[in-house]
């Protein structure tokens, strides 16, 4: 059975940072890519951030130079460094593999920002 686990979710005050991190275990054939996605209350879920397994980024505009996505690939884990935060960041945060035809997910982290 495959999980994806992720911690590092918490309560910050703006300008604050965080660090997420999430770890994939079970039998995966092989991970294409993996990604920070976040649904806000009231909103759809939105990508933050995603990571090819070649190492190619992409980010949601509002997150650009704030945001930064790392991978493990060995450790099949991936990393989201989250600086100088905003209210607007506040979301359930969620961690994603793709292993090609399938993707996986993990429970959600929490991040809140504020004062």
């Known amino acids: 059975q495959v999980q994806l686990v992720a911690a590092g979710g918490g309560s910050v005050p703006p300008g604050g940072s965080l660090r997420l991190s999430c770890a994939v275990s079970g039998p995966l054939l092989k991970i294409d890519a993996m990604g920070w996605y976040r649904r806000a209350p009231g909103r759809q879920r939105d990508l933050v951030a995603t990571m090819t397994s070649g190492g190619a980024t992409n980010y949601a505009d509002s997150v650009k130079a704030r945001f930064t996505i790392s991978s493990d690939n060995a450790a099949r884990a991936v990393y989201l460094q989250m600086n100088t935060l905003k209210p607007e960041d506040t979301a359930v945060y969620y961690c994603?593999?793709?292993?090609?035809?399938?993707?996986?997910w993990g429970q959600g982290t929490q991040v809140t920002v504020s004062s």
């Open positions: 994603s593999a793709d292993e090609g035809w399938h993707d996986y």
